[in-house]
């Protein structure tokens, strides 16, 4: 990948809200990353806010004077064709979609949550097909890009291209970058003096090592109860005992699984108080793109930092930064298994530390995974398998198999009260279901 | 194995109710099995029991005339000294134990039972050690010996002495005979036209081959809802529409994973009708000792095939019988896994086909493992291998990571309130926790 | 597989000198076996000896008073149509291919063998496309026929249809019933009473495990260098000490690997004083024909014993049983690996223990493979994997990777001399290689 | 790892005659590498040599004008006491064993070589128990020290540290940076802008990716035949055809396996001519110590470099550099397999791409693994491990089976005869052997 007269990339899903921060940091990675064409893309109902982020990304380049082309279009194929990234970042059904992902399983007495559950399977049914039709498009138009998949949720959506399309695709998430940042934060160091090691799914990991400056920080981090947490994610306590005998600082999102109850109250008190999650991030948007629409704005305001996704745009910059530039350093990843977890497929997608070499990355080798982890590595694999299978072929009866088999689905008949009235409320976004 | 003087054979626990029914096989299949010492040996608190149970065997021997030596004692360590088999079905704590195991669960809104949650796991702390003294006696008397284990949980059990003593070791249920017997007679055939493949763990697995005289009868099974079920479990209707997608007959004990709202209800509804099922079967109980003690009686009473176990002692005599003949039949028993679960660790116990040598059983690969399956088998064995590491060093952190880890124990919160209950009410039978 | 009206077999090769040793075979077993119809195939070059060895098989019949119909035919399709079991014993190229298979390696100072080394390459080469061709039509025609393949090189033609056809397929040696025999008469019991367990590939096996009534005789065996040993393989000597530290049980055929320079040696003085075994096969044959011309003769003429192939029949008729009768006895076949070996490909063939049910062999897993098998399997494997790709490509860079592969062959240079000779002799046989 | 007062490094073997580019690499990476303390510690039979080369260090330093000291000792744990990095470069026996180990198998008609085939065994006999006593002082006197071997067979001596000793090490070899810096010149670029993948054991690897900047050059290398050739294997040409089916630029030391023949005739006319190699050797370093004992020699003489051991040194120095500073680059290494190439044990040492982190390598999953390499592989692994078990228990009848199991030896009886003379040539030095 080197291009003498410089890259293009197409960012899918260009009218979102982050989008000022990937610009901001293709503008400050020129150096390395010497983009000539960069093309934003959406489709018809995201036609006004790819025009207001637009066109704040035109004045961003314009003010730093770097020699980069803003597109704007709803032509996909167009972006797409003789791309060198191409990266997604999109939400099928919009957040109107997501109030239902997070509402419906509340009303079951279950975690309503967009990236796990009976939520996060909803989304991949409808995410899934619309990513494999991309695919075919990068297949035939820019067979040597580079995929870097944010859409959520990124595993699944990681894996079911993995085996599905012949794209190079990687999954990237923003917790691990998030950990590393908390981290310089709390120790006063850089990034490059703290080594983590991950182990686990997207959205379901633990970290085995923390290692700043050489010294081991896990025992201690797990010993006070210390944690950083997701913006998306309330910050309820974990219990001390159990912490400490778990053998790995535990993703923010685990809180799910290991405090299911008191999340769920949660849950249902924030859902009274402020509505789901859905429409709160909703308002948010909207004042962004209140702001995003003021002609004199030439940067990414500090407001956007509130939005949750925090880093995500500097994860997926580093990562193009290093696959063109063949750096070889460390980044943690969602890829193919091979035989990193060995109780797993080996055509599974994981989230695991890689070296990022110039041909892609190359999951390292994890030094041990605790026993507890397994079986819910293994319980929440097994749901998201059939999942990918379910989006595929669109067969009700693997997707109630599937729903079933989440951890935290409490029983088939649950599941099937759950299925049957998520998939009607889908219907639009599923065509596979409803032939 | 070919002692001209005859088998001698140790039952510990040989006051159990069941007694009746092992000496009657040993009677049935002399032949196959020429036993010349029949030890029966119980610990002091049973011993009113073992005299009564072992008169009876005695009056049953002497009926039919054979040659065998039936002694009662309360030295397990002359009944163990020599033997060519040694079997268990005890029940440390007695049913009296069993019964917090089944209730305390149900006061926190879970699933109480003696073979997996909460219960389990606690019948798993107050027996392995136990069992494990035994098998220092057997490494020491009776180094040759078969250890045949009926005494639940019986997987956890067969791993712990897997992985923890040189005793040649089986884990035994009577779930898969059982199946046999019922399909035999749905389909008036021997069970030896009938071919069943079974995957996963003790009481937690499913069958994913039936076969009846070369002829599937799998999709007919499960595309009926038929079912067989074990006396000790109530008799929930399965969801037709997830049958037909499970991809194998399930085990009865998997309704409570599957069917825990339903399940718990009933639970609950006959606890307060007649106490807990630890209740329920100690009137049973007392009822057969009633009809033991008649000095007439020379012959296993019919009503002792209510009792909820039937089949155990036919299973143990036939993988006896087996093990000495080295007939190389297929038996589905307990065993270390190898490779057969490639997901599973290699010293993990699973339920699965195995050609019984007279070198011991080998496991059968099995032909396929529903993708559904592998989840909850990991969660499972997951808290199986926790349990097992807690029973033996007293760990209460471990601890508290077995009982957060199993699927129906809904959150670390109730998993520490149960721990703290359950290990309180079973101090007496825990040494290693309060030391 | 239960016919009302009997069983179709397809012999395919009918016209081979070990016919009449199958069709005693077939007759002895009716009872268990009802066999319907025989048919005897055999392509236009074996006109004549199918016509003089199938009239033998029809008077054997006859005098059975069996209700079996013996079939002649040229017509390969019409006698898979509808078969039950097909079985294949030809041989490509004739006895004349075979000479240059032991002849030409001789010249260069290598070990001349029709079943490994260049000349089991190069007969690998010949045959494979002719049993794939022969699956395509039983795929068509009988697609739940049985193929049982006694054609050597029998693991890799095993493995190539494994790989590359759907057809249901089991390869078939006589060395494990052999050894069964030989131990059988050496022991004065019978085979049930005997256990042994393969490791290894075909012709490539360690015998890991020999049990007679129970006790270990392998240590004894080897201590005594006491051996038996194929009719075509000659009888040198073991080393003791080298024996003593081997592990296991070598098959008669691993002297061509261990004692290669002794081995070599007798067949330069054979060759000198006999020509080829092809040449003293081909006088053998000619005698036994001789014989089956004999319209008095109703049986298996003792002669035919001589042959080298004894028990073959034998092996095949006990296969074809348990397959029938869903025996689930233990039969050392040569399957599809799976997890057995761990070091060789899930799709590798390989000669292991099986249970033979109704559905198939399964293979069982070994109790160890001895660590000095392991380098000599591998690079024999990596030999065979090689070959089966170059006979299904033609390609020659693949063909000469295949050839220095091989143990026995001492260096390119001469692989490569080898490959072009071969080849070019060879001609007639190969059309991938020369299109 | 940081010490504020500097690092101690204990050189074993301080006198060999590569010392003095191990200090020069230090001297030029002290910025990286704050050397406090370096001990050259030598034996008895070396004290003479240790001196001259210990002084020519000492000048070295002193011109450099960096703090540290050098110190000169017979007293191994002296110089292990606390040190940081510990680097092995010796010669069990010295050049007069080593003379042996070329010349008895050459006798025989079997190539004569130090590191692979019956000379390379005896080499491990030799050096693994004085290896391992090492190990003893370093576990006990500076458990936490690295140990860099580059004591040949480095893979064997590898292994047999990680398999029975706790010490941290790590096997390395001068071939993958030779290759580097070869295709550095030939490309005219920098290391760092070549990525290769190196599969296989020491002086047994493939080199399955060779890109530079980017580019695909693996191909076009075979394709042409170019080699890079060690300075100790003569250059012989590969046979093009063969090359470019090997699917991996191949090791020099694999013209050993691949062209015996023309590898041998080279080895006895160059014996007639010059002797053995390690007689060419002797001279080559009497001339180097006769420089080293110029009292004004402040540097490392250039003709060290004709020595053939060129870059052992700068992969040392490169290694404990990266180790120091967690450095995170990618170094091919000797370690423990785990799961990278799963055809071998998981204790098994291969060479293989690292990343090297602070807290040692963690070796890189590989792309692919040419067919034809693994049997070859598996071969010389599986003398590999009968080599160092034999090394470790002095069972004559394991060597036996390790020697009969090398590729390059032709039969048992070659096996036994080379393995009496050569144990009886090295009896001073086998005392496991020897008892």
Known sequence: MTKAQGLKIAVIGGGSSYTPEIVEGFIKSYEQLPIRELWLVDIEAGKHKLEIVGELAKRMVAKSGLPIDVHLTLDRRKAIAGADFVSTQMRVGLLEARKYD?????????????TTGPGGMMKALRTIPVLLDICKDIEELAPNAWLLNFTNPAGMVTEAIARHSKVKSIGLCNAPIGLHKWLSKKYDTTSDHIYTEFVGLNHLHWVTRIEVEGEDKLTELLDKREEYSGKNVPATEWDLDFLRGLGGFPSYYLKYFYLTDVMLEEQLESLKANGTRAEVVKRVEDELFELYRDPDLQEKPKQLEQRGGAYYSEAAVNLMVSLYNDKRD???????????????PEDAAIEVNCVVTGKGPIPLPVTNVPEQAKGLIHAVKTYERLTIEAAITGDRAIALQAMASHPLVPSVKVAKALLDEMLEQNKPYLPAFFK
């Open 102 to 114: 997070e509402h419906i399983p509340n009303k079951y007495g279950v975690i309503g949550q967009e």
């Open 330 to 344: 460390i980044q943690t990843l969602n890829v193919t298994n091979g035989k990193i977890l060995d109780f797993l």
